[in-house]
């Protein structure tokens, strides 16, 4: 089973910034939150990974809250490419098969 | 490109028949995981080797699937006497390091007709 819960949509008007939450209230202290994201027809993109600090890169932003119960994706300026489905999963540092849920069906809206 | 390749994109066949998709990750990339993917759900687990060693395969992967990577290189996924319930996306990531940042293929769709 997921170690994470999403909610199943979201819509974004273009332009804006995109908010996505995850709970993963059973994360443990050597857990990654990883965040990927799928276009249609294609494979998994890597975006982000974060352990407990705040985390930033040239395609989105990581908060990850204090206790680590939950974070957000940020995508600062949402466009109609970033129509996709996020997923947000949780990993150890070593390996740790990564399991996939649903995750999150983002619509950018023109 | 240097990502992750997969092939063929698509492939149709009849049940019953065996078909073999191959990946070819990443040339420094010592991991390299199969999944499967079908409509509206996320990716499951198939199986996951280092190198040339298979570590570990899912409950999934029933006797009629299986994965081969012989010189840690590239690896085929084979799938005998195909059903309908195996049209799916097949998809091959591959990863180096100490934290795990999988890269994805763009996956092979099969249809079993």
């Known amino acids: 089973d997921a170690k994470t819960t999403q909610p199943t949509s979201m819509d974004c008007a273009e332009g804006r910034a995109a908010n996505l939450p995850c709970n993963h209230s059973t994360i443990s202290g050597n857990e990654y939150v990883y965040w990927y994201r799928q276009i249609h027809s294609q494979g998994p993109q890597y975006i982000i990974h974060g352990l407990k600090n705040n985390e930033t890169n040239e395609m989105a932003s990581l908060i990850i809250t204090e206790d680590r119960k939950s974070s957000t994706l940020i995508l600062p300026h949402a466009t109609l490419r970033d129509t996709a489905v996020y997923y947000c999963i949780v990993v150890k540092t070593s390996y740790d098969k990564v399991i996939f849920g649903p995750g999150t069906s983002l619509s950018v809206i023109p | 490109d240097t990502g992750v390749s997969q092939d063929p994109r698509h492939k149709i066949t009849k049940r019953g028949q065996n078909v073999t998709f191959r990946c070819d990750p990443i040339?420094?990339?010592?991991?390299l995981y199969w999944y499967r993917q079908t409509l509206g759900q996320g990716p499951e687990f198939l199986t996951y080797f280092q190198n040339e060693a298979q570590l570990e395969k899912s409950r999934l992967l029933s006797d009629r699937f299986s994965a081969e990577r012989p010189k840690g290189s590239f690896s085929t996924l084979e799938i005998q006497r195909t059903e309908q319930g195996d049209s799916a996306m097949y998809l091959c990531?591959?990863?180096?390091?100490?934290?795990?940042?999988?890269?994805f293929g763009p996956g092979t769709r099969l249809l079993v007709l």
């Open positions: 990531a591959s990863s180096f390091g100490r934290v795990e940042t999988q890269y």
């Open positions: 040339s420094e990339h010592n991991r």
